[in-house]
């Protein structure tokens, strides 16, 4: 297993010729799960065969995440852009949603982790969001990774959200423009309990965040790699996570020799 991985060599895990240092651990991983359209049309399938086959990488990473140590998994499920697919795909990817819920949620509660969900549910259906409820009330005392899965979210909708709150504060006398700060309005977003994201991660060659995290990514590692999310393995994670402990974050300051 791979936490078996990361006990080798001294307290250095070694895989594929790369050695992970577990001390260095991101501790936020986003990704945006890109890449299923492509994928299946590459395989001369239908889109619909591509998301499927998406979703069942997702529960993998999740379980290989938590065993090299990542604390917080936050994915990009369904963006409040992609209402303006066909309806025939949006209606399969509400359906995947489900069936992913249904079908694992129980697992994931025996692997201790805990679910979460960011986005404006209120404008899924009653179904959907009773599912979701039920998830996060059947997770919410394990200790494990955090998976978080980003459905109806966007990440400039979330601080519009966040700016209505705060001005609904201040209007209601419960705090002054002068208490307005990183912090206060960081209260008001989606991922509130969460730090800020290390790593984002973003399969099938495409160079954009896409309106995803915005205000979470400010000081985040990016890694971008040509693998189609349906073909994104473990190893591919670990890979990510070595490029990641290879890079000298400075959050807008220099070293010390500078």
Partial sequence: MLKNLLRKKEGT?????VTL???NIPHHVAIIMDGNGRWAKRRGLPRTMGHRAGADVL???VIAADEIGIKALTVYGFSTE?????????????????E????NVRDMHEHNVRIRFIGYIGGLSEELQQIIADAEQLTKNNTGLTLQLAINYGGRDEIVRAVKATVAE???GTMTIEDINETSFGEHLFTKEFSDVDLLIRPSNDYRISNFLLWQLAYAEFWFT????PDFTAQTLLDAVYAYQQRERRFGGLKTEE
């Avoid at 992913?100 to 079908?103: D, E, R, T």
């Avoid at 040509?226 to 999310?229: C, F, V």
């Fill in 13 to 17: 895990a070694s895989t594929s010729g």
């Fill in 21 to 23: 240092d577990p001390n």
């Fill in 59 to 61: 529960k993998k990473i």
């Fill in 82 to 98: 992609n209402w303006k697919r066909p309806a025939t795909e949006v209606s399969l990817l509400m359906s995947l949603i489900r």
């Fill in 100 to 103: 992913y819920l249904l079908g």
């Fill in 170 to 172: 201040v209007t209601a």
């Fill in 226 to 229: 040509e693998t189609h999310w």
